[in-house]
Nanobody, 128 residues
Framework: QVQLVESGGGLVQAGSSLRLSCAASGRTFSSSAMGWFRQAPGKEREFVAAIGWRGTNTYYADSVKGRFTVSRDNAKNTMYLQMNSLKPEDTAVYYC?????????????????????WGQGTQVTVSS
């Protein structure tokens, strides 16, 4: 059974940092793209960041570019999201996602339907 488990969320003040982790089990994703999405109350789920299987290709939403960094450790089957300079508008439930197929095109990275497996989410709350 494939599982993605996020951790590292919490309540922080604006300007603080958090590091989210997404641990995969049940199969390896070392050859697949993975991504982070988030959903704020009353809003639709939106793309945050994604990373190719090698870890060298990364993609970010404009709203987090320069503040967030996505990375992965294929040996640990784990993806990370380092979030710096957090803002109240970053408050959301953060989900990690993984793609079943080993192939992906650049336009597919920020599309939620490109991913087949999802975690249960971790809450990030940033107070002003």
């Amino acid at each position: 059974q494939v599982q993605l488990v996020e951790s590292g969320g919490g309540l922080v003040q604006a300007g603080s940092s958090l590091r989210l982790s997404c641990a995969a089990s049940g199969r390896t994703f070392s050859s697949s793209a993975m991504g982070w999405f988030r959903q704020a109350p009353g809003k639709e789920r939106e793309f945050v960041a994604a990373i190719g299987w090698r870890g060298t290709n990364t993609y970010y939403a404009d709203s987090v570019k320069g503040r967030f960094t996505v990375s992965r450790d294929n040996a640990k089957n784990t993806m990370y999201l380092q979030m710096n300079s957090l803002k109240p508008e970053d408050t959301a439930v953060y989900y990690c996602a993984a793609r079943r197929s080993t192939s992906i095109t650049i336009p597919q990275y920020p599309i939620s339907n490109s991913y087949d497996y999802w975690g249960q989410g971790t809450q990030v709350t940033v107070s002003s």
